[in-house]
């Protein structure tokens, strides 16, 4: 059998690389998309989290413009961020799996893989490498040109070069095959979206044939950054769990040397040589002053009747709470030895709570966010758990049944938005008035809420008229200040918006000058695909924007009912002015009278009331 | 002698109602426009009262013999908005009659649908510009040929019948009706000349064109003292007037024969009772009219070839039924046997006895057969 054999591990690049599909790299046209995508939003993010306004710019050339699509095309994106320090840059882009987002807060992207894998697509369709150009203080730039290693998923670096230079930032080139005669369209889409979503963002682009697109920001102030928190109990599984127990978990003190000096200089017993009993009847004194490391090995000494040179010659293997047996081995005799613990004695507790880990209530309110001591009690009683449970102590079906109550149990607030970053209502009312110019407007930021544990904020806004010139409802999709443009007929946005009646609103969808612009933020943006282009229709999310969307229409209702009623009374108007004079005309010659009648009175009257109608309506809705 | 003078006392009595309604029509035509008039001047917005026509105010008089308008109105005002459009059309169309009747010039509904686009007048389509003719019918109580508004001609007539011309041009010319074997057509000049004389007995109003021409060969205005009009079909307005002149002013009794099925039956009804289209006019209707055939009881009688009938005809024959003026004699029993039989015949169906059996035989049996009813 030679079945071991196909059991080779793989890198995480060379797993990349095969799958690279999923990653939105599937051909030429949606490549050069893709990288695009995953460039300017690394720029945008790390600008962000810098609390730097973002200026980008974003160059697409082609290597050899006579050539038709697909061809080779150099895409550089150069920012204002924070840059990379120049030792990171090597494993930052040329490694996969290698990033700093793996906090729980809202970014554009999620892990910085994309990047890499853009890198990595460039590589294997031109073998030409990505040069970065880092500088992270506003003194010395590094060049880097490198390549990556696909088996060994490390960077090979072919060039490495220092400069100085004042101006702070990112600059990475990539050389790749791209389609830019179909990829054109959507990536000047993407770029303007983006600019509608990121006001505060400047963002160039020098598109091949020459073009230049500038969108400069309109707004000097960012949103609040988005601050890491612990996870809320919602959405939390039994692995998570686990690997959070692995943290609290308190280990049993590495007894050297250092751990020595530290119980010594605690206990004020630093110099001299001390006696077992000696070093009890101190520690009696200064107990309370004592750190939790110190209290364990004191513990553990108690049980061995230990000084400190017993200490120093042994090294603790196992504390056995159930046979009340402590393992140690001994350097001196070269054997295991297990002493007893006595249970009654004050230690025993202190040695036993270190190992057990923290109690259930201490573990919830700590470790996650909205928990407080009465909500960790309210629960423990709701999921039958004895509140001072030790959680280093339960069993695997206790953490599964753990898990399910902390998914069941609707005591707990909704989750923190603090770790979300909305774009806020002005500023998106801002991006959508430079963009269209609307007769109408409203916008609306929902307060957050939360789907399995993630908190979510719906932004929407809704515009009518003035520079709109597609006719039927229009929806602009953002999810995390990213536009989303392929996939729009399986989203849920465009689910909610299709579900409305807009008859309801006075709206003719199919006709009106509409647009809708709808952005989540999350720190889990429940994306149907990898690609990251749809969101999926979870219940939670789809009854927030069917939330906001009608609050928003109800307003758009407001204005066309106002509106609505302008047009009839000037179209009353009209409608006098057209037709008297012909009335006045024909029963002059019908009656043989000579003279017209006066009739210019009434049609003046007919406006005039007209007009008080409609100031009526104005003071009732103002 | 005694005879003739009497005749020519009728004709001038005739001239006198005739300029009587003429100056009736003008004088009407003028209110309405002096009422506006004041309106305006007062400042306050006019008004057309029009009679109603909506099917629940349309009822059949029985004494008439005919459908007339109930009492209910409705008022077109200039100050509704949603009016004011076809009141400036109905003002417009009682200026247009005006002119019309003042000039003597004769006008078709679709002459009617251009003229208004010289005076800002926006008719979307005919349909819109003949019902506004309707609605000043209705304001009038007058049909749309005494304000000199025509259909297209599609009737015609023949026999020794003399007119005398009243249109403008042709005043005082006469015309016999027997010169020319195509017959002549039902237009405005046939309709406002002057009857003058006849030596016919009796007037064959025959729905179809190809019978006409062969009653014309077979000269059955000779051999049955007649005069044959062709109605085309549903008798046009100025055909049913026509007819009723040569009932009312020469006393010639009317006989109607149609196509052998429901629709035939009907020709003949609206040609004695008027429609219900019409139902805001009168003087349309010669009551004392006789369907002389094809009845529904003929096609076994005379055995001739059947159609069967459409799902329409069966439906239209169920509709008939319920109508107030089948519900006795001639009419309802004609009318439930061919629902019964559901097969129809036509004109032409006498053919298969040879081409002149129609004349020769059928004619003289139903003249003879009508005199009893």
């Known amino acids: 059998m030679s079945s071991k054999e196909k059991f080779n591990q793989i890198s995480p690049s060379e797993f990349f690389y095969r799958n690279r599909d999923l990653a939105g790299f599937s051909n ?6 893709t990288a695009v995508r995953e460039f300017v939003e690394n720029s945008l993010d790390a600008c962000d989290h810098s609390g730097i306004l973002p200026n980008i710019h974003m160059t697409i050339k082609a290597v050899d413009p006579e050539k038709p699509d697909p061809k080779q095309y150099i895409l550089t994106v150069k920012d204002n961020g924070p840059g990379i320090p120049s030792q990171h840059v090597p494993l930052a882009f040329g490694t996969v799996l290698y990033g700093s987002k793996f906090g729980l807060k809202q970014a554009r992207g999620m892990f910085g893989l994309g990047a890499t894998m853009a890198i990595l697509y460039g590589q294997i369709t031109t073998n030409k490498p990505v040069k970065v150009k880092s500088n992270a203080d506003g003194k010395t730039r590094f060049d880097y040109e490198m390549l990556l290693d696909i088996q060994k998923n490390k960077p090979v670096i072919l060039k490495k070069q ?10 990475v080139s990539i050389c790749l095959d791209g389609d830019y005669a179909k990829a054109g369209t959507k990536i000047r889409d993407y770029v303007y979206q983006t600019s509608l979503i990121t006001p505060y963002a400047t963002i160039s682009f020098d598109d091949p044939k020459g073009e230049k697109f500038h969108h400069k920001a309109i707004i000097r102030s960012m949103p609040p950054a988005p601050t890491i928190i612990s996870p809320h109990p919602y959405g939390i599984d039994v692995e998570t769990i686990r690997r959070m127990l692995v943290d609290t978990h308190y280990q049993i003190p590495n007894v050297d040397d250092k751990m020595i000096e530290k119980v010594r200089k605690e206990l004020g017993m630093a110099k001299k040589k001390f006696t077992y009993n000696e070093i009890m009847k101190k520690t009696e004194k200064k107990w309370k002053s004592l750190t939790r490391p110190v209290r364990v090995v004191i513990a553990l000494m108690s049980f061995l009747e230990a000084d400190f040179e017993k200490l120093k010659r042994i090294r603790i293997e196992d504390v056995d709470l159930r046979n009340n047996k402590l393992l140690y081995w001994d350097y001196s005799t070269s054997e295991t030895i297990a002493a007893d613990m006595d249970v009654e004695s004050p230690y025993y507790k202190q040695l036993a709570n270190t190992v057990q880990g923290e109690s259930l209530t201490q573990f919830l309110t700590k470790r996650f966010q909205r928990v407080g001591p009465t909500a960790a009690v309210e629960f423990c009683k709701f999921a039958k ?5 030790r959680v280093g102590n339960m069993t695997d079906q206790e953490l599964v049944k753990l898990s399910d109550a902390l998914q069941t149990y609707e005591g707990f607030r909704s989750p923190d938005p603090t770790c979300l970053a909305p774009l806020g209502e002005s500023p998106l009312e801002k991006g959508i008035e430079r963009r269209f110019d609307p007769d109408f407007m409203a916008v609306i930021q929902r307060t957050a809420s939360a789907y399995s544990g993630f908190p979510f904020v719906i932004e929407m806004g809704i515009a009518y008229g003035g520079n709109i010139e597609s006719r039927g409802t229009t929806v602009y999709r953002f999810a995390n200040r990213i536009p989303l443009l392929y996939d729009e007929g399986s989203d849920v946005v465009l689910k909610v918006v299709k579900d409305t009646d807009w008859n309801r609103y006075k709206v003719k969808s199919d006709s009106a000058p509409l647009v809708i612009v709808s952005h989540i933020c999350s720190t889990r943006v429940p994306y149907k695909t990898v690609g990251k282009e749809n969101v999926a229709d979870r219940p939670e999310i789809e009854k927030e924007l069917r939330l906001a969307l009608q609050f928003l229409s109800r307003k758009l209702s407001g204005y066309m009912s106002k509106k609505g009623q302008a047009e009839a009374a000037k179209k009353r108007a009209n409608l006098y002015s057209k037709y008297l004079p012909l009335v006045a005309q024909f029963c002059t010659e019908l009656s043989g009278k000579k003279k017209e009648p006066d009739y210019q009175k009434m049609i003046k009257e007919e406006t005039a009331i007209t007009n008080t109608d409609e100031n009526k309506e104005v003071e009732k809705n103002g | 002698m005694a005879k003739k003078q009497t005749k020519k006392e009728t004709k001038k009595q005739n001239k006198k109602e005739k300029i009587d309604k003429s100056k009736k029509l003008i004088e009407a035509l003028k209110n309405h426009g002096a009422q506006i008039y004041e309106d305006l001047e007062n400042g306050e917005f006019p008004k057309f009262s029009i009679p109603n026509r909506s099917i629940s105010n349309i009822i059949y008089d029985k004494k008439l013999r005919q459908y007339i308008l109930g009492t209910n ?3 077109r005002s200039a100050r509704n908005s949603s009016q004011l459009r076809s009141f400036t059309q109905l003002l417009w169309l009682a200026f247009f009659a005006n002119k019309l009747t003042h000039e003597k010039k004769s006008s078709t509904l679709r002459d009617v649908y251009y003229s208004s686009q010289a005076f800002a007048i926006d008719f979307e389509d005919q349909q819109e510009s003949d019902n506004i003719i309707v609605d000043l019918e209705a304001v009038l109580s007058q049909p749309r040929e005494d304000f000199f508004v025509f259909p ?52 064959i109003a025959i729905e179809k064109g190809g019978l006409f021409t062969r009653f014309v060969e077979e000269q059955v205005d000779k051999k049955f003292k007649s005069i044959i009009i062709n109605t085309g079909g549903q008798a046009p307005r100025s055909t049913r007037t026509l007819l009723k002149r040569l009932h009312d002013e020469m006393g010639l009794p009317v006989v109607i024969l149609t196509d052998g099925d ?15 289209n019409a139902a805001h006019l009168r003087e349309l209707t010669v009551p004392d009219a006789k369907w002389m055939g094809v009845w529904a009881t003929d096609i076994d009688k005379f055995k001739l070839p059947t159609i069967p009938m459409t799902e329409s005809d069966i439906k239209r024959c ?27 015949a036509e004109l032409e169906a006498f053919s298969k006895y040879g081409l002149n059996n129609i004349t020769e035989k059928y004619l003289p049996k139903k003249l003879e057969e009508s005199k009893s009813f």
């Open chain 2, 318 to 344: 169920h509709d008939l039924l319920k109508d107030p003026r089948y519900q006795e004699g001639l009419w309802k029993r004609e009318l439930e046997v061919f629902t019964k039989i559901k097969k129809k």
């Open chain 2, 152 to 203: 297209e001609e599609r009737s015609s007539i023949f026999g020794d019948l003399t007119i005398e011309y009243t249109i403008p041009g042709y005043e005082g010319k006469t015309q016999n009706l027997s010169s020319h074997p195509d017959g002549y057509a039902i237009g405005p000049s046939m309709t406002s000349a002057e009857l003058s004389s006849t030596s016919a007995e009796l007037v």
């Open chain 2, 262 to 276: 429901v629709y035939g039956e009907h020709i003949a009804m609206v040609i004695k009772s008027g429609s219900a």
């Open chain 2, 73 to 75: 109105t409705s008022l």
């Open chain 1, 385 to 389: 758990f004895k509140p001072e449970t």
């Open chain 1, 28 to 33: 030429p046209t949606r490549s050069l998309y």
């Open chain 1, 162 to 171: 220092e400069t100085s230079s004042s101006e702070q930032g990112l600059s």
